[in-house]
């Protein structure tokens, strides 16, 4: 939950959302997403909307927010989703916890949460419900109460196997306990697993990344995303690679990289069903990042949380003393929103939808986009099979210039 503020237009405090994208509720799939905005420490390559408890404490040594009340809020603005999500809407199919560090929440606390959705809006029988998690803050008896709370899905920050690299990105877990993890989430009854891994760090060789993908694979999780590494704006990494005491991720490293990790998960029978993202089997794909990805409705529960529901976007008050007090008046903590126009809501479909495999329809495209597909296709951006069936589909050698097709079709 990236921690740059937006403008909009102004909430009802209510939370109301505009009549015709309530109306839409019952067309497309319904989410949660729930941000949990706290640290033990803050990560030097972290730009999220996250908070170490000395942040949570006022001059004169008080508490304006708490891990311990934190599931009592979420749960509250649950209940006010209930109240504004009316109509003929569908249950809920995927939850995904994120954050900040999810599991420095008790697992107990997660499951009341989730309890709160479940009880107001009702699960599908097959929801997808996912936790990432701090390796260092899990053990195998978390894992445990964590399956027992009812969660199907865990999602482990690995980053890399090597400890260089992890002081460079200030990552607080030492090597070798995400493998751990893994196993004990399987030994727990956790049929999918995740691991997240970062490329691109300096320092970082074409050795070290090799090394990373093998640790991870040899892990056995039967889902892996793979993300180059953003050097944030206001970041302490940002401040070491302008003070020149590191160098900036290179381009061409970073598609060597990718194409590294695409050869080594294709061997090891994981597919890329998004440009960052491989998985052993249809099961084991991120459900939740799919509604994303294919316009779904959610709802971002927490701080700086956004949500989207029939196209009104709209992003909850970042800091979480600010968010309490407004869910304890009985408000909507939302900070503002916007409606997105038809042409808007094309574009971003365009965008979203052309990272998965199956890519968008070409009638999302205007007369300009159409010949620019055609013309993608033949440089082999773009898959001549699914242009001939109707869609806009990367290539592998798409996958790497994925932002550049996206500006031509659009």
């Known amino acids: 939950m990236p921690s740059v503020a937006l403008d909009g237009e102004p909430v009802p405090r209510t939370g109301q959302l505009p009549e015709p994208s309530l109306a839409q509720i019952g067309e497309r799939p319904l989410g949660f997403y729930v941000h949990v905005p706290f640290c033990v420490t803050r990560c030097g390559y972290c730009d999220f909307n996250t908070y170490t408890a000395d942040e949570l404490v006022s001059r004169d040594g008080t508490a304006t927010a708490s891990r311990e009340t934190y599931a009592e809020q979420a749960a509250a603005e649950v209940a006010l989703a209930d109240r504004v999500l009316t109509g003929d809407r569908p249950r809920v199919s995927t939850v995904f916890v994120g954050g900040g560090t999810p599991t420095l929440l008790s697992p107990e606390d997660l499951g009341r949460v989730l309890g709160e959705i479940r009880d107001r809006f009702g699960l599908t029988p097959d929801a997808e ?60 009854g956790f049929e999918h697993v995740n691991l997240d891994l970062i490329y691109g760090t300096p320092g970082e060789s074409d050795q070290d990344w090799a090394a990373s993908l093998e640790a991870a694979i040899g892990a056995g999780p039967d889902h892996v995303s793979a993300y180059s ?59 939740h990042n799919m509604l994303y990805w294919t316009g779904g409705h959610w709802w971002g529960v927490g701080p700086g949380a956004h949500s989207h529901v029939g196209g009104t976007r709209w992003w909850n008050v970042k800091h979480p003393a600010a968010y309490a007090a407004r869910l304890a008046a009985g408000d909507s903590p939302a900070q503002a929103r916007e409606v997105l126009t038809e042409a808007e809501r094309r574009f971003e479909r365009v965008l979203l939808e052309l990272r998965v495999d199956g890519g968008c329809p070409l009638d999302l495209l205007d007369a300009r986009g159409l010949s620019a597909a055609e ?27 994925a932002d550049a097709v996206v500006r031509d079709l659009t």
Not at 138 to 156: E, I, K, M, N
Not at 266 to 277: C, D, F, L, M, R
Not at 382 to 400: F, K, P, Q, V, Y
């Open 129 to 188: 419900i996912t936790t990432e998690a701090n390796p260092e803050t899990v053990d195998p008896d978390y894992l445990a109460r964590l399956r027992a709370a009812g969660f199907t899905r865990v999602s482990f920050g690995m980053q890399s196997a090597q400890p260089h690299v992890l002081r460079i990105l200030e990552r607080g877990h030492t090597p070798g306990r995400p493998e751990k993890c893994v196993t004990w989430a399987r030994e727990a």
């Open 229 to 287: 590494l953003i050097v944030e704006d206001g970041t302490r990494l940002a401040a070491r690679v302008r003070r020149g005491e590191l160098t900036e991720p290179d381009d061409d490293a970073m598609a060597d990289r990718y194409l590294m990790a695409d050869e080594a998960l294709a061997e090891a029978g994981y597919t890329p069903y998004e440009v960052s993202n491989w998985a052993r089997s249809t099961e084991g794909r991120s459900a």
């Open 375 to 401: 013309r993608l296709v033949g440089e082999g951006l773009l898959d001549a099979r699914a242009h001939a069936e109707g869609r806009a589909a990367l290539t592998r050698r798409g996958r790497l210039l």
